[in-house]
């Protein structure tokens, strides 16, 4: 449970939260394994005995103060009665963890019902759209191939597709069976039989570790709709009905079908949904017209017309998943706009992910699905984050939906270690943190969630057979107490800044407003904040003097030159100008790719989010010797750089780059066991999607995937044409901005 904060020491009162220019919040990961620091959570159970405030309903901590029959809330300052039970408990430092450490991980009990009836076993559905390419189908065969190694065994797995007809595989017999289920064309029709009479649930749910060889064999068998023309006996009703994605139906109906066994055979089903283009048939289709060039032609704003959804069908759908205990991941494997502005809402409402791959050559699905299977996750996750008295949560933001009844609480469906969310603070009243208390600022995370453990292998005896008791389901609160200082001028809070902390709060900010207002305005609400910034800071260390404010801008400084936490921050900003997020629509930037990215940089933890913003550029004097560990990213570093071999890590893409000047002698890729190849692997390993690898040979190859990446040289508002004046003249402009703002 990683939690990092914007500054790490708060403003003292609104007046200097307001004129210091900053965000002020923090970023939760609350299913990370270790915290910020690398420091694991003192395990241990009785999360149902913690002694909880009667005010405020915080767990108790090591920062409460107690007397023999009572504690003081350290959250909000209430005196609570401790139990005979709670103090004889507290007496054995052994069973009472709460009391050793401040970031505690607690088994929590089940309710009889639960734990008995419960069988727990994961429950995987490949649900694939047939109407789509030969290039498509194999593609999603690997993916899956790679899925069934990742599997636990105990897990079941159906096969399902979907075009203008939903077919449902049993693959537990010799040969593989598919019945398929007819789709209505009109967008409100119905399935004209139920999916449990056209195969009982049990035989499309198969066990994986009996039937991997026979999924594989189903999987071979998979055509394109494209393909079926002219074959068999229904070729005149095929011919009329080729080319309908009926996704909507497909997925309504899958929900419906596994949700009957919520609570019983499984805890959370998941359905990998491999879409190759928009939904065009049946309930959940969508009008693609919508994107084009009518936006130019009637002076509409195209990033204001596409990035809302044009019907709730999904968000709905979405809310009916999470009912049925159903999460849904989209895989869109498609250069065609297929609007992903619609659909998210089924993937990342679920507790899913949405992934989009432009085209089939170079996709890295196979790899992120197994990355995606064999890390650990949690579900029916709830999450609450306390602060004391003096100060309170304002905004939230993750891909979270808030609890209907209860204030400042969150569902998380499901939540794997990478998942991130934020949240920014506001001062209860004036009065800020008193000056005269010796109270710190307090804040608790309580994160509480489920997980499904696998089951134990028994040997039997002399056999040489494993018997395997049933899967089992654990309910675990994960709780973190954490107490920050308090800044008492300003030099003191900007040098507690957190950069990366403070970019991922902006981030989320510019989505919500692109989402509502157009990515104009979102680019107008960052441009904003850095003048503003960069205003009071000056103010504050008073290096613009009144009587040269309306002079040139040379006074104003633009580059935070006494405040080395904040120089990161002129540099964010332009990259984030100039990434793809917040680029306009007439520059080329896909509608979905957007959609994408935010949906992506929504959930990342922020040292990814810092990489895929602004990348990181290093040189290697050959592949086994690092010569500089970070330049900027332009081209100016590249020419003064001495260095042959270049290692830029975008996040999304890694990219090894050798220039034209080096060494032919040099081994071309870098071999397997250099240095700078444990670095990318080190990379690909930890990151939570797979990253493209890509090697370039200056002067021998086109190097203008590599050199777009070199973005200080590039226009923050063009189309990305080099003339040495980019980021330079970003920051006079922002000086002039300054000084208008100031006057």
């Known amino acids: 449970m990683a939690v990092r904060a914007t500054v790490l020491r708060f403003p003292s009162e609104p007046d200097a939260q307001e004129s210091s220019g900053l965000p002020w919040g923090v970023t939760v990961t609350p299913f ?72 505690v991980d607690l088994e929590l009990p089940l309710d009889g019902a639960e734990e008995e009836d419960m069988q727990a076993r994961p429950v995987y559905v490949a649900a694939i759209d047939l109407a789509s390419s030969e290039e498509f189908l194999e593609l999603t065969k690997s993916a899956l191939l790679a899925a069934l190694e990742a599997l636990a065994p105990g897990s079941l797995f159906g096969l399902a597709t979907f075009s203008h007809k939903l077919g449902l595989y049993d693959v537990q017999g010799p040969i593989p069976v598919v019945k398929n289920v007819f789709l209505p064309a009109d967008s409100d029709g119905t399935l004209s039989i139920e999916l449990e009479d056209a195969m009982p649930l049990f035989s ?40 309908g994605r009926g996704f909507g139906l497909a997925m309504e109906s899958l929900i419906s079908y596994l949700g009957s066994e919520h609570g019983n055979t499984f805890a959370l089903a998941r359905i990998f949904a491999f879409l190759s283009g928009p939904p065009d048939y049946g309930p959940g289709q969508l009008d693609t017209r919508r994107y084009g060039e009518q936006y130019a032609s009637r002076g509409e704003d195209a990033e204001l017309a596409l990035l809302p959804e044009q019907t709730p069908f999904y968000k709905d759908l979405a809310a009916v998943a999470v009912q049925a205990g159903v999460c849904i991941d989209i895989l869109a494997v498609t250069n065609e706009y297929t609007d992903l502005a619609s659909l998210k809402f089924l993937s990342i409402d679920s507790g899913g992910s949405l992934f989009l791959y432009p085209n089939t050559d170079d996709s890295t699905l196979p790899q992120d699905m197994y990355r995606m299977l064999s890390r650990p996750y949690a579900f029916n996750c709830v999450m609450r984050l306390r602060t004391s008295t003096e100060f309170k949560t304002g905004n939230s933001y993750g891909h979270f939906f808030p609890d209907p009844q209860y204030e400042n609480v969150q569902h998380v469906i499901c939540c794997d270690s990478y998942a991130t969310y934020a949240y920014d603070f506001d001062f209860v009243n004036n009065d800020g943190f008193a000056r005269h208390t010796s109270e710190l600022p307090m804040l608790q995370l309580a994160f509480q969630y489920t997980v499904v453990v696998p089951p134990e292998e028994h040997s039997t005896t002399g056999s040489g057979l494993t018997s395997r008791s049933k899967y089992t389901i654990k309910r675990r609160l994960r709780i973190r107490t954490m107490q920050f200082g308090v800044a008492r001028n300003f030099n003191e809070l900007y040098d507690s800044v957190d950069p990366e902390v403070v970019l991922s709060i902006l981030v989320h900010k510019v989505i919500l407003a692109s989402l509502s207002e157009g990515v104009r305005e979102g680019r107008m609400l960052l441009h904003d904040w850095l003048v503003i910034l960069t205003a009071q800071y000056n103010d504050v260390c008073k290096i613009a003097s009144s009587e040269f404010r309306s002079s040139t801008g040379s006074l104003i400084d633009v580059t935070f030159s006494q405040c080395p936490q904040l120089q990161a921050l002129p540099r964010l900003v332009f990259a984030l100008l100039r990434n793809p997020l917040l680029r306009f629509h007439e520059e080329g930037i896909h509608p979905d790719y957007r959609i994408y990215l935010q949906c992506l940089f929504s959930g990342l933890e922020s040292s990814s989010l810092h990489r895929a913003i602004y990348p990181l550029l290093t040189s290697y004097a050959n592949p086994d010797k690092l010569a500089y560990p970070r330049h900027s990213l332009s081209r100016a570093a590249l020419m003064t750089s001495e260095s042959p071999i270049f290692f830029l890590d975008a996040f999304t893409i890694l990219i090894v780059f050798y220039s034209s000047t080096a060494d032919p002698t040099l081994p071309y890729p870098p071999p397997h066991d250099c240095l700078l190849r444990r670095t990318i692997n080190k990379v690909k390993q930890e990151r939570s999607i797979t990253p493209r690898l890509m090697f370039i040979r200056g002067g021998q190859e086109d190097a203008s995937v590599f050199e777009s990446y070199l973005i200080e040289e590039q226009d923050v508002d063009g189309g990305g044409f080099a003339n040495a004046m980019g980021f330079v003249s970003f920051l006079e402009e922002i000086s002039q901005s300054v000084l208008e703002y100031m006057k």
């Open 204 to 243: 499309f749910l198969a066990p994986v570790e009996t039937c991997k060889d026979r999924i594989a064999s189903a999987l071979e068998t998979l055509r394109p709709t494209s393909s079926w023309a002219g074959t068999g006996g229904e070729q005149g009703l095929d011919r009329i009905l080729l080319g």
């Open 32 to 103: 990370a394994a270790k915290d910020e620091n690398g420091n694991s959570p003192l395990y241990g159970s009785g999360g149902d005995l913690i002694p909880r405030c009667e005010n405020c309903w915080a767990y108790y901590n090591t920062y409460c103060d107690q007397e023999q029959w009572a504690w003081t809330c350290a959250i909000c300052g209430t005196l609570n009665g401790l139990s005979s039970e709670t103090i004889a408990r507290h007496a054995n430092p052994e069973s009472s963890p709460e009391t050793m450490s401040s970031f």
